[in-house]
């Protein structure tokens, strides 16, 4: 007993005397003991799109989370990257088969990468499979699903993750850590404006049963889910106006243009618009009594750029998904905590925010949320 303790506290990455020297990450990683710091979340992804992509990519640099599994209708693509990655053909499935990643020990989380409308059913099917899930964002279509993802992945003991990359991004984690500690005193207003001109008509995105709705669930919810990190709290109403300029391109369901409004319990009031139909939005403002912040581009790929009333923001750049799969490694390995969470329960906030803003729209009504 003894000696497993001292085992333990040997394994321990630093003595408590160097402690108060570090950092809080560091502190933090300190805590873990050295062999599980070392384990590295093998995973497998699901739907080798457009953003899939980009994840793959990422991680070829992160320290703590490697791609051991594919999950694709696609055998082209699963050809392909077997060989760009060095999957063996024994950790790669279809739609049809991946339920046996159950039997699969090489794979210890799916991340989820498909169209909004699918990630209900195959989070499901894979915290029955007993594996921990990332999926991403929107999680589902509406708070109904969200909330039975959270209940399956509670029953089946997994880790339910959303894709939300800018809750590790460093830009995005000093403006937290000024608004913790009262730089910009007490917080006023938010603006969030997420946006783009979308192109092919005929894409999922445009798609009401694979997309669940239009660009509120696409760009939107980067100023919903940011208004609720940059401001530090959940806000408890909503009111929300739809404009549409073209009904052939955005069909009923999908939403092009929205502006809403949210408020919060600390009195903040926040300004929003999601579109489909205008591009180089994506900027965040905030201010409080004391300060000021404002992000441009605020949430996509980087680098992200701003300045608070102090001057720039000057994080180093690094890769979002990078630091957001060597962050969920930590998270699913380690039981470590970020610093905004990033678990089912967020996801599922910002679902019913939205389901909140399209009965806003289509009511005309002021909706309270209780999150
Ligand atoms: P995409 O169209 O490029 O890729 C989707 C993939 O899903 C394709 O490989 C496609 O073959 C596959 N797929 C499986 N079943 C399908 C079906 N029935 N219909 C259509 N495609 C099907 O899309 P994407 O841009 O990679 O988006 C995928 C998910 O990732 C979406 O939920 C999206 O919101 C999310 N996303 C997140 C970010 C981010 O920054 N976090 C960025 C882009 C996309």
Redesign the pocket.
């Known amino acids: 007993m003894r000696n497993s303790r001292r085992n333990f506290l040997q394994q321990l990455a630093v003595s408590a005397a160097a402690m108060p020297f570090l950092t809080f990450e560091q502190q933090a990683l300190a805590l873990v003991p050295q062999n599980r710091q070392d384990r590295v979340l093998r995973v497998a992804l699901m ?6 992509t ?1 994840v793959a990519e990422a991680m070829q640099s992160c320290k703590r989370a490697k791609i051991t599994g594919l999950i ?3 055998p082209a ?1 699963i050809k392909e990257w077997r060989a760009k990655y060095r999957i063996p053909e024994k950790n790669c499935y279809n ?1 049809e088969t991946f339920d046996q990643v159950k039997d699969n020990p090489d794979i210890d989380a799916v991340y989820v ?4 409308g ?2 209900h059913d195959q989070v499901i099917r894979v915290a029955r499979a007993g594996k921990h899930v990332i999926c ?3 999680m589902a279509i509406n708070a109904r699903e969200g909330q039975e993802m959270v209940d399956a992945c509670r029953d089946a003991g997994v880790k339910l993750l959303v ?1 939300y ?1 800018m809750h590790f991004e460093p830009n995005t984690l000093e403006v937290i850590r000024m608004r913790n500690a009262g730089e910009f005193g007490k917080i006023m207003f938010f603006q969030g404006l997420s946006g783009f001109k979308i192109g092919d008509p005929t ?2 995105r445009l798609d009401k049963t ?1 997309a669940g709705g239009g660009a509120m669930m ?1 760009i939107g919810i980067y100023s919903i889910n940011g208004s609720r990190y940059m401001v530090g709290e959940d806000p408890i109403w909503v009111t929300a106006q739809e404009t549409k300029t073209d009904e052939v391109k955005f069909k009923a369901g999908v939403d092009e243009t929205i502006q809403f409004q949210l408020g919060f319990p600390g009195g903040a009031v926040a300004s929003c618009l999601s579109t489909y139909n205008m591009n180089y939005l994506d900027r965040f403002f905030m201010t409080g009594e004391k300060g000021f912040v404002e992000m441009q581009p605020s949430t996509g ?1 980087g680098p992200i750029k701003g300045r608070t009333h102090q001057g720039v923001l000057a994080q180093p750049h690094v890769m979002h998904q990078t630091l957001q799969m060597d962050g969920m490694a930590g998270i699913i390995l380690d039981g470590s905590q970020p610093v905004v969470p990033v678990d089912g329960l967020e996801g599922l906030k910002d679902l019913k925010i939205i389901d909140a803003i399209y009965a806003a729209c289509a009511t005309g009504q002021r909706q309270e949320l209780s999150l």
């Open positions: 739907g080798l799109g457009g953003y899939a980009r694709s209708g696609t693509k739609y990468i498909t169209p909004n699918l990630h991403e964002k929107p894709g990359r894409q999922w694979l696409d790929y």
